[in-house]
């Protein structure tokens, strides 16, 4: 049985962990999937390289109300599609393919499962036990129990974000389940590429988790693109010569969508139900997700955890930053470095939705803070009163910023143009505590930037 200073399940974040610090441990790297995990191979990095064409072809559409036009678009799948999949596949195999020739690290193309404390089942047949053991092994998408959508089968045009990127062509049609930032983005993708496209949402809105000034504007935005079914829930579905038949139960009764590509994007579950946590000594919170504290311990000894098989926030800068506390915590454990661990030091978590307009969010909602007593002031900015807005003709987005009474940045929303990186700035002051006034006045705002939209935002808080 062969044995190993350190097991890492899953190779995404997991796979950074091995800094110079572990040089020289007998590693052992477990991977069922794809090498890389969920943010190269079917999250972050595909999906925003199609959202980059999309937003080409919404913003040549839109250009007419600055008195330019375009002709239609002519839009080549295959090309986009393998464009970003020729650069994306070379890179999981250079990875997994330089992780084998590495003399102290062992590549397992396998599932995991705990069989006792530090011991693990391989699905190869193979037994392995560990003196460290990182779980990094992520989340998958979520089927949907109603009659005939209860789990994807990509080859009856039912697909997850997993699958649907890959299709062999556009469909006429689509018809998109869910309404939070995978569906919301994959409705952009696929409808500015041609595509009709349905969105069925149980919930009175989409983005229904964001600010409500937020979420409004896009649901309103979505509603002119495409054909939004809100407070609706399919009841069950039928795929008959190569199209779905949807039965939907909605505010006017029942109605029904036919499509010849369903996707489902009603969220995620994080892969414990694999892994037989309990047989290692691992407990697991009500939702699925492992239990681990500020050092991203496990409860079983010598077992750490990262990602979304542990965090609430499934987001890939998140198990980064999860991936190098383990990573020192690992090396303080083997001797490596001197203590103490470090810690999840609770910094605000960020979080963007590339649709078309884009949204980017930390902190809480207005109403989560009055729902928990909390003093703040706020201000919200539009990007159409400042002068770059006023060249881009904006008539959507906003910034509403949230500080408490003695000027400390709380939350930041947006919806907008380049609202993932206009409010950087503001995760930094909420950050490292600056008060919102210094930032807006202690430096220099680059005038007609959109960045003026910060700026304004921050010196319109009453403080």
Request: hydrophobic content about 40%; charged content about 20%.
């Amino acid at each position: 049985m062969p044995h190993h200073d350190l097991v890492i399940i899953g190779s995404g974040s997991g796979n950074s962990l091995l800094t110079p610090e572990l040089d020289g441990l007998d590693v052992a790297i477990v991977e069922a999937g794809t090498f890389g995990g969920t943010c190269l191979n079917v999250g972050c990095i595909p999906t925003k390289m199609f959202v980059v064409p999309a937003d080409r072809v919404v913003e040549a559409d839109d250009a007419a109300r600055l008195g330019v036009a375009f002709p239609a678009p002519e839009v080549d799948w295959p090309g986009i599609r393998d464009r970003i999949f020729g650069r994306i596949d070379p890179i999981s195999a250079a990875g997994q393919a330089y992780r084998r020739t590495q003399d102290d690290v062992t590549v397992y193309a396998a599932r995991a499962w705990f069989t006792g404390d530090r011991r693990l089942s391989l699905s190869t047949g193979e037994q392995l036990t560990a003196d460290r053991v990182v779980v990094a092994s992520g989340s998958r998408p979520l089927g949907l129990p109603v009659l005939g959508l209860e789990e994807a089968e990509p080859a009856r045009g039912l697909h997850t974000s997993d699958t649907v990127m890959r299709l062999d062509a556009l469909p006429p049609r689509m018809v998109i389940i869910g309404g939070g930032f995978v569906a919301c983005e994959m409705a952009h993708v696929f409808s500015a590429l041609g595509v009709t496209v349905t969105v069925v949402q149980r919930g009175p809105a989409l983005l229904r988790h964001h600010e409500v000034e937020v979420y409004s504007r896009y649901t309103e935005v979505a509603q002119r693109r495409h054909d939004v079914r809100l407070s609706t829930t399919p009841t069950s579905a039928e795929h008959l010569d190569g199209v779905w038949h949807i039965e939907l139960d909605g505010p006017e009764g029942p109605a029904s969508v036919e499509a010849e590509v369903v996707l489902l994007a009603v969220g995620r579950r994080p892969n414990t139900d694999l892994l037989a946590p309990a047989a290692g000594g691992l407990a697991c919170r009500d939702d699925g997700r492992l239990v681990v504290d500020a050092e991203q311990r496990t409860t079983a000894p010598g077992v750490w955890a990262l990602g979304d098989i542990c965090s609430e926030h499934q987001l890939k800068h998140v198990a980064n930053q999860g991936s190098r506390i383990v990573a020192h915590n690992v090396a303080v454990d083997a001797g490596r470095l001197p203590g103490p661990p470090r810690k999840d030091d609770g910094r605000p978590v960020p979080h963007a939705v590339f649709g078309h307009p884009q949204v980017a969010s930390f902190g809480p909602t207005a109403e989560e803070l009055h729902d928990a007593g909390v003093a703040f002031v706020s201000a919200t900015q539009s990007f159409g009163d400042v002068a770059y807005g006023w060249a881009l003709e904006d008539t959507t987005g906003l910034l509403t910023v949230h500080a408490d009474p003695a000027g400390r940045v709380l939350a930041a929303h947006a919806i907008g143009p380049h609202s993932s990186t206009l409010i950087q700035p503001l995760i930094q002051a909420a950050t490292f505590g600056q008060h919102a006034h210094d930032v807006a006045r202690g430096q220099y705002w680059i005038h007609p930037a959109l960045s003026e939209v910060v700026e304004n935002a921050l010196l319109g808080l009453p403080l």
